[in-house]
């Protein structure tokens, strides 16, 4: 089943976090600064640039390769969620048809380079992302979150937000499991039966909020929630911090795909 | 319909950002002065039950296929709209993280398209104006519809509007609109009841989950997102402008030509003259098909043939380098743990 299995995701990307390799020891904080400048140089691309994205690769690779990450899994995601950028991508290689080269009888127009363009930039920049949360628990985003000074309403909602994430979706797939048992071929899936189990699913929610709010008054809660800092920065964070940001100005000014090639 | 890093340039993606942080600590400083505590765990649970919420499949009458709920309105129903702003902009942080939806350049975007609009435009200017303080379920129902119809669409006109400034997709901006808004228009519908469905039910079995007055004055809400609309507006054009496309666009809508017709002023035609010898792209909103290499090779730096041709081998030899290193680097780190 598909939603199950999305739900699924969601723990197993939990689980691929708790694992200890050198990256997902490092500071959340710098692994974000370093995602986030990863995917801004890569994105700042003009449209019609293909081969100096590809020396990118370099940063997924290296990550999926030292935290033991499963690349089948990361690259099933990238399918999953790609229908909308390839619904707009797709339309480049008609509309723009400037040849820009033959190659064995095969016109390549800057359509089709614009288009492989989104595509490599897509793969990059959801991969970095997934590699983020992969490599760093949500725990320890939002410790990395709160020391950025996002505000504090907001890191409190993402840790409430992912611990119950789990318990609802527990009991959604309960309710669907007995609507099922209950309702032959299509039956019992029309948008009636759905308003009433949303709705039934939200008053429980709303209790359930009641329940918690009252456990955590007798634990002392006074509108702020402590939270643990488990994480420094140290040289190895700032050496890791540089070497990468440096790398990636590097390659955004220097095309490495073509000067390697030039030497043939 | 969440807007992607791969269709964004850093300066559209970078102004949905500030824009969505400003949105942000607005709503916390707002939600801070309230002093609600027990919203923070309500808060907490109903993001949670977005999630959930969407586990739940249903038939979509007429096509067979299943669909599932956005919820944005109906939180912003149950919460007022700075709580529902950040429960909003939370859920959407996780999708990114964990489901891969959009990227995190995209967050900021797809925070505006899907939070603000339900949030501070369609809850207070649509379902609060049409359901006053004396809710009816016939006046929840068309508030509802009306509303998740209208954030919707300016969510999705959002998407076309970014992604045009951005410039990396080649999709006109008219067929781009002609595409999404009809579907949204659809979603929106659909989705509306479905959220009327929801409000009306727990009304009749707890009404006082949906009755409690909300104590946010609007009249200061509204004046301040007025102004930071126009700011953000303004920044907007401002590098909408640096872009041909979106100036251009603009002129045509305003002149019905796409470009203003030129006249004959000596210091316009010297700087033409400069900006056509210097521009690598001279005006690429006209590419000519059966346009000869030469002519072409000038739309694409070096891109005379040889040197393209070292580009696809150059790549190739990178690509093959970077996977021999991760392969080499896996290796390494594996016999490092196993010890």
Redesign the interface.
């Known amino acids: 089943m598909e ?2 299995n ?2 699924f ?2 723990g197993y ?1 939990d689980s691929l976090s708790y694992k200890k ?2 990256i997902h020891r490092l500071d959340p904080r710098i692994k974000t600064i370093v ?2 400048t990863f ?2 140089t ?3 691309f003009p ?2 640039e ?2 100096g994205l ?2 990118f ?2 940063y997924p ?2 990550i ?3 935290a ?1 990450i499963p690349l089948g899994f990361i690259l099933k ?2 399918v ?2 790609s229908p ?2 390839l619904m ?2 797709i ?2 290689p008609f ?9 064995y009888g095969i016109t ?1 127009t ?2 089709w ?2 288009f492989l363009s ?2 490599v ?2 793969i990059l ?2 991969s ?3 590699l ?2 992969a490599t760093t628990s ?1 725990v320890g ?1 939002c410790e990395g979150l709160s020391r950025m000074r ?5 890191v ?10 789990f ?3 527990e ?3 309960r ?2 499991r007995a609507r099922d048992s209950r309702s032959f071929g ?1 039956k019992g ?11 039934i ?3 429980r ?2 209790h ?2 009641d329940r ?2 009252s456990a ?1 008054l007798s634990r002392g ?1 006074s ?1 702020t929630i402590p939270q643990k800092r488990t994480h420094r920065i140290r040289t190895k964070e700032v050496f890791y911090l540089i070497i990468w940001v440096g790398l990636f100005i590097l390659f955004r000014k220097y ?8 030497l ?1 | 319909m969440h807007m992607a890093d791969a269709l964004l340039s850093p300066a559209v993606g970078g102004v949905f950002w500030a824009a969505t942080a400003a949105t942000t600590a607005y709503a916390a400083k707002k939600l801070r002065q309230e002093e609600n505590e027990k919203l923070i765990p309500l808060m907490g649970v109903l993001g949670a039950f977005v999630f959930a919420a969407q586990m739940i499949n249903f038939t979509i009458p007429g096509t067979g296929s299943s669909g599932h709920i956005g919820g944005g309105m109906l939180l912003a129903i149950l919460l007022g709209p700075n709580a529902a702003f950040i429960v909003i902009a939370s859920v959407l942080t996780v999708q990114a993280l964990f489901f891969a939806d959009g990227g995190l350049l995209a967050l900021g975007a797809n925070i505006w398209n899907l939070g603000f609009y339900p949030s501070y435009i369609a809850y207070p200017f649509i379902y609060k104006a049409i359901v006053k303080d004396n809710p009816t379920p016939k006046k929840i129902t068309l508030a509802s519809v009306l509303s998740v119809v209208a954030a919707l669409q300016l969510g999705a006109f959002s998407v076309v509007l970014q992604t045009k400034l951005s410039g990396i997709s080649e999709l006109p901006f008219k067929n781009f609109l002609m595409l999404m808004q009809p579907i949204h228009l659809a979603i929106g519908i659909a989705e509306g009841f479905i959220t009327a469905g929801v409000v009306n039910y727990i009304r009749s079995i707890q009404p006082e989950i949906i009755e409690k007055k909300t104590t946010v004055s609007y009249k200061k809400a509204v004046i301040a997102l007025s102004i930071m609309a126009v700011i953000t507006g303004g920044l907007l054009s401002w590098f909408a402008s640096t872009h041909p496309d979106g100036l251009e666009w603009s002129i045509m809508n305003v002149y019905g030509e796409p470009e203003l017709e030129q006249k004959d002023n000596p210091i316009v035609n010297k700087l033409q003259s400069i900006q056509e010898k210097t521009a690598i792209l001279p005006d690429y909103s006209l590419p000519e098909p059966e346009a000869t290499t030469e002519e072409a090779a000038e739309g694409w730096p070096n891109a005379d043939p040889g040197t393209s041709l070292s580009g696809i081998l150059g790549g190739l030899i990178v690509l093959l380098v970077v996977a021999a290193f991760g392969m080499g680097l896996r290796r390494f780190s594996r016999s490092g743990n196993s010890q």
């Not at chain 1, 409190?156 to 994430?165: G, T």
């Not at chain 1, 095309?255 to 030039?262: D, K």
């Open positions: 939603i199950a999305s739900f995701n969601l990307l390799s050198f995602t986030l995917v801004v890569v994105v700042s449209q019609k293909l081969s590809l020396s690769f370099i690779v290296f999926i390769a030292l033991e995601k990238l999953i969620v909308f950028v707009v991508a339309f480049n509309l723009d048809k400037t040849p820009v080269m033959e190659l390549i800057t359509g380079i614009s989104i595509i930039k897509f920049t959801i970095a992302a997934l983020l949360i949500f985003i996002v505000p504090e309403v907001f409190v909602q993402l840790m409430l937000l992912y611990r119950y994430i318990v609802l979706v009991e959604a797939l309710m669907v299509k899936r029309g948008i009636k039966t759905f308003i009433n189990l949303a709705g699913l939200l008053v929610t709303i359930r909020a918690i709010y955590m809660y509108g095309n490495l795909s073509l000067a390697i090639g030039q043939f």
